[in-house]
């Protein structure tokens, strides 16, 4: 006993004398878009507070407006965390809420077009997934073109024009509908959040693809099959992009190739603000929802100030720059 | 006679048809230390690669505890309870060290999820019975170097394992760290593990280990019982007879009363280099001999601007000169040649031409653009003088050879014309006839009265080229050496060892 206790101080001793170790210490870079977003809510709640924006209409409305951007972020955080991009979700949305549309019209009836619009987003997917692992594309590269491809072919299938959807129930469940007060948009958000929180803190594709991201040429050492993590990354972003494609179509009752324009930059800000680093290995799945929602809240904050569309893309790119400087430590990882 | 848990019989391998490993004999007993010495070259890793799984042997048998087994991949050799410690390749910075150590292997809830718990307390009880103390839930990447080498080895006997290779474990760890570790290899030792043991340190091998295996050009040299062996055979093993060709000596003629160009006077980093001075004199070729950790690479980054620094003065041509990164070092007309040239000495999508003047654009801008004839002068006086071996200045340099790519980046150095050239291993990974030509190359230069500082870990390399050999030991200068009273490689290899 005398010994062994002995011992073991001995070792403790070692432990702290020979080796440098870096205390863990609170960060507050950590928690920047928590703070931020609180900074945001206030400030927006005593500047706005005559113009209703703490009422709970608008605070529901801001939940809506960014369903699809969280949905997408939600995916996109595991793509990052690889340390790969994808820039395809927005045409990906785009087209998918096409395909869905063409697919109830012609009959398929809401099963149908959720499964052809969902299998859109997958395939795009499966084809950014096979180029990055397969041809070892560099994924900004294969994804910018997929961006442009899937774009293009959206707005070629109807020559550009909307397609209704008349399909009361699948407008209803994706997207339109409320239940009680709860906007459905809320329930698929929440929805997916848990199980993508899960996915990525609980199950091993989670660590794993965390690993793969942290040191590539380590986790294949470990085992991790990392050209298959990538692969599934990519086809769960494409099946996200699909989704929030659906949504869109739900929301506004038709499919239209401009859905999701642009929504790649809001998707990858929400995850970067939220606290995933760009070079792969950190991730969060409840930062990046932080993240959407606060570039939702930006925005309706100031729509309801007056300012018009280019005053809020000048004011939201600025936002990112800071945040993002401000909680620099992930990039110097 | 005991049996060994492990034997390869016969291994043979070839890369492009040039043999590394010829019909190679290893073998390891339960419970011993076995070290595993050689040249750069020799065919150490090779052979450990093979072990575990990294490449197949062309020819040859593996046997553990009698059975033939057949390692064709990475998985094959855990199954056969290999596991090797790497450096530093197999540990995720980002994740915790419960979550490295079980990596791929985690525990389950009942309902498939991760069971964190369960694997951090698993390797709170494999740390304490290893007697280690880090806390489970650290993230890698903020444990000191020491750590993270008893991490990778926690990791490695986290899963059932009897054989245990350690490729130069210490090279990174401060003496206490390297203490601390040996206990731990005793005890590992103890419990009934077979380690093999590469490392170039011979004080290190006769402290820790039972055996010692040593390989020269791809063959089983010796293997002989530590107790009955000291460093001189070891030495003969290691060097063997013949000398190489491309590496003779010649005794050259310089001006030995000159002012020194380059004067290092105390110069400190942290324990890595301790007071270290030195002089070097104009056309003066001095090399930097010393094993890996010895602190020489320190001393020259520090030198250069592009280490650490903790103290200590420069002086060049009399000079003192503040160098805090490596555009000072330049001004103050140094020039450094670093080891990986293919990454950090050339842009290899470049031409000959941009590669050679880009450091000295500046001289060659007329008004706002380059002076195109004034360019392709230097660049085509350059391929002359260094005898490149390219079609034109036009050509892109990844598809010159690495000798001539190697004198690409002396060019490059050159042409801003300094006064002292510091060269990394200058000929690591050249073959063999790209070797003499730029051993006659730097010879040249030294005759053309620049000072030239070369560290080598090839003792032959430094000491065709040096006039004078400078000997590192745990960041001590602790021997200076007239190259013409070197009479053999193994006093150099005695001086480096630190007897």
Known sequence: ?333 | MEKPMLSMKNISKAFNGITVLNSVDFSVKKGEVHALMGGNGAGKSTLMKILTGVYTADQGEIYIDDQLVEINNTDDARKNYISMIFQEFSLIPTLTVAQNIFLTREDKTSIGLLNDKECVEKTRKLLQELEVDIDPNELVGNLGVGYWQMTEIAKALSQETKILVMDEPTASLTKKETEVLFSFINQLKSKGYAIIYISHRMDEILEICDRITILRDGKHVATEDCKQIDLDMVIQYIVGSGMDKAFEWKEREYAKDAAPVLEVKNLTVGSKVQGVNFNLYPGEIVGIAGLMGSGRTETVSAIFGTGPKDSGDIVVNGKPVTIKNAPDAIKAGLALIPEDRRVQGLVLEHSVKDNIILPILSKMQKGFFIDNKKANKVANDFVRKLNIKTDDIYKTTNLLSGGNQQKIVLAKWLANDPSVLILDEPTIGVDIGAKTEIVDVVRELADSGKAILVISSELPELLALSDRVLVMHEGRMIKEMQRRDIETEEELQHAIQGF
């Open chain 1, 1 to 333: 006993m005398q010994s062994k206790d002995s011992n073991l101080n001995g070792t403790v001793a070692l432990g702290s004398h020979t080796v440098s170790r870096k205390k863990k210490s609170f960060d507050w870079r950590d928690y920047i878009v928590y703070l931020a977003f609180i900074g945001v809510i206030i400030y927006f709640s005593v500047t706005l507070h005559d113009q209703g924006f703490v009422s709970t209409d608008n605070l529901l409305n801001i939940i809506r407006q960014t369903a699809m951007i969280s949905l997408m972020g939600l995916a996109m955080t595991f793509v990052i965390s690889t340390g790969e991009i994808d820039l395809s979700v927005g045409s990906i949305a785009a087209l998918s809420s096409l395909t869905a549309a063409l697919t109830i019209q012609a009959g398929f009836g809401m099963i149908g077009g959720v499964a052809i619009g969902l299998g859109t987003g997958l395939l795009v997917g499966l084809v950014n997934g096979l180029l990055v692992t397969k041809l070892a594309i560099p994924s900004f590269l294969v994804t910018l073109g997929t961006m442009g491809t899937v774009a293009g072919l959206a707005m070629w299938i109807t020559d550009t024009a909307p397609v209704p959807i008349v399909d009361a129930t699948f407008n209803f469940v994706f997207g339109s509908g409320d239940i009680g007060p709860i906007p459905i948009l809320l329930v698929w958000t929440v929805l997916a959040t848990i199980i993508a929180h899960f996915l990525l803190r609980k199950t091993s594709f989670g660590r794993q693809t965390l690993a793969t991201g942290g040191n590539e040429s380590a986790a294949r050492f470990s085992g991790v099959k990392t050209q298959r993590i990538k692969l599934l990354v990519f086809l769960g972003s494409g099946f996200m992009a699909g989704f929030a494609g659906l949504l869109y179509a739900g929301r506004m009752h038709a499919g239209r190739f401009t859905f999701g324009e642009g929504d790649e930059l809001s998707v990858i800000a929400a995850v970067i603000l939220g606290g995933t680093s760009l070079f792969g290995g950190v991730g969060t799945v409840i930062g990046t929802v932080i993240g959407s929602l606060m570039i939702g809240t930006i925005n309706n904050g100031l729509i309801i100030m007056g300012l018009d569309v280019s005053q809020q893309m000048m004011i939201k790119g600025l936002i990112i720059i800071l945040a993002v400087a401000f909680g620099k430590k992930a990039i110097k990882r």
